[in-house]
């Protein structure tokens, strides 16, 4: 608990009294120190690196950018706790099939296991030390404030994380669900332990969304994470749960960003160096442009080095939060690269369509879609599976469609499947949105 505290504190701490200059100060070094420590205990890096400099950021912006195929090929040379690519795969494969979460590799470290929306697993190392840090993290950057207390908590987890066995305490009191739980047990679980905090990924409050009104206590806050929240889940989170809505931003790579007290989505500067490209891959640092490369260094994992790593999420900053924070803040979230929509327009040329954009259009068509998925193969077309609680008219919702696109001067087609909808039981691994267009 001592700890958790203590971490607490400094996180935020971080958050609200780094100034600008402050900051960025504390970035430069931190990212020397990665630097430093990758070059000599890396292979991978040592060689990477072999004739660059690292003395200022305009040296960190030309050192290489890697990815996910990069760093799967070179694993065993990347990570500086010297794990065999081959044994950690067997092994993290080997616990999903038996559904055993818990424990640690050799009592040290979390493995993570990422199938990836191109299909290629990825393996993710976390240290133990830091798997202790996570409920401090998602608590102090969750909008969480003393003034909360007490709080009763229920994290709704794929994988437990043994971290928050150790943090009860008579006014912070946590409880655990898997993802895989029973919508209806969960409700119950929330009325029995009289949860005031709910935490869980969209895909699974989407479940347990129908049966919102049979929550019988005073939700003081909804923090979804693991996946991006649409503006259109977000709303309808706040009305049926009747809570105020504070998103987390967490990925494989790290915790990205979290909300402040205001509710803006903040990224976390002190964990993660985020760099954003426009599309002729010029830097953006001002608000409001759209950043379509999105490269990441996590500033804490030293096990598994990621500098300069390039993911394929796509955001957009926003103006400085009247929070006071000096850490930037996201306007929005658009999705990953993949999960776009593409069609033609008059001149016949391939324009976007954000998923969040596509799914307001079709959830707030009608209040009988239980669920939906979207397929794209080819530009211009799209299949869209629908889990309905009752018959809708589907001429009515295609004419929607069609008019939403036109009068964004696009043109596409859709066809409809009208079938069940079974959730996979790792729900952070559901995707509403499928593009399988090789753009």
């Known amino acids: 608990m001592i700890s958790f505290i203590k971490d607490f504190r400094y996180l935020k701490k971080n958050q609200y009294r780094l100034d600008k200059r402050k900051l960025e100060n504390l970035q430069l070094n931190l990212l020397k120190q990665m630097y430093d420590f990758a070059i000599s205990n890396s292979p991978f890096y040592r060689k990477l690196y072999e004739g660059k400099q690292f003395r200022d950021l305009n040296d960190f912006y030309q050192l290489p950018i890697i990815d996910k195929q990069i760093m799967m090929d070179n694993f065993s040379e990347l990570n500086t706790v010297c794990l ?34 191109s299909g290629n697993k990825g393996l993710y190392i976390t240290p133990k030390s830091l798997t202790k840090r996570l409920p401090a993290v998602f608590l102090a950057r969750g909008g969480v404030s003393i003034g909360d207390l007490p709080l009763r908590i229920l ?5 437990f994380s043994q971290g928050f066995n150790n943090i ?24 029995r332990k009289k949860i005031n905090v709910l935490m869980a ?68 500067e002190d964990l993660v160096f ?11 640092t001002e608000p409001g442009v759209v950043g379509y490369e999105m490269i990441v260094t996590n500033l804490v994992n030293t096990a598994q080095p990621l500098i300069r790593y390039r993911m394929n999420d796509m955001i957009v900053l926003d103006e400085p ?14 999705g990953r690269s993949d999960d776009m929509l593409y069609f033609w327009d008059k001149k016949g040329k391939k324009r976007i369509v954000f998923p969040d954009l596509f799914a307001r259009w079709i959830i707030t068509e009608s209040d009988d879609i239980r669920e939906f ?3 794209q193969e080819k530009v211009g077309e799209a299949t869209v599976i629908l889990d309905l609680l009752k018959e809708i008219d589907l001429i009515k919702l295609n004419q929607r469609l069609v008019r939403e696109l036109n009068e964004l001067g696009l043109h596409g087609r859709f066809d409809f499947v009208v ?7 790792n729900l952070n691994k559901y995707k509403r949105f499928i593009n399988k267009i090789n753009h």
């Open 84 to 117: 065999d690519k081959e044994t950690l795969m067997e092994y993290a494969i080997a616990k999903e099939r038996n559904k055993d979460y818990l424990g640690y590799y050799n009592g040290k470290y979390v493995i993570g296991l990422s199938s990836g929306t």
């Open 155 to 159: 994290f709704c987890l794929r994988v």
């Open 168 to 191: 009860n305490a008579p006014l912070l009191k946590l409880h655990y669900s898997s993802t895989m739980t029973d919508p209806k047990e969960t409700i119950d679980l929330i009325n």
């Open 201 to 268: 990924p969209p895909s699974f409050l989407r479940t347990i969304l129908p049966l919102s009104d049979q929550i019988k206590v005073l939700l003081k806050k909804v923090i979804p994470y693991a996946e991006v929240l649409s503006e259109t889940d977000k709303e309808q989170f706040q009305k049926a749960f009747k809570a105020p809505v504070l998103e987390i931003y967490q990925a494989s790579e790290g915790q990205i960003a979290s909300c402040c007290k205001e509710g803006k989505l903040h990224i976390n």
């Open 274 to 284: 985020v760099e954003l490209y426009d599309q002729n891959h010029k830097r953006i």
């Open 321 to 334: 939060c009247k929070c006071g924070s000096s850490f930037r803040t996201i306007k929005k979230i658009l």
């Open 373 to 375: 998925q979207v397929i």
């Open 419 to 425: 079938q069940p909808i079974f959730l996979p039981e």
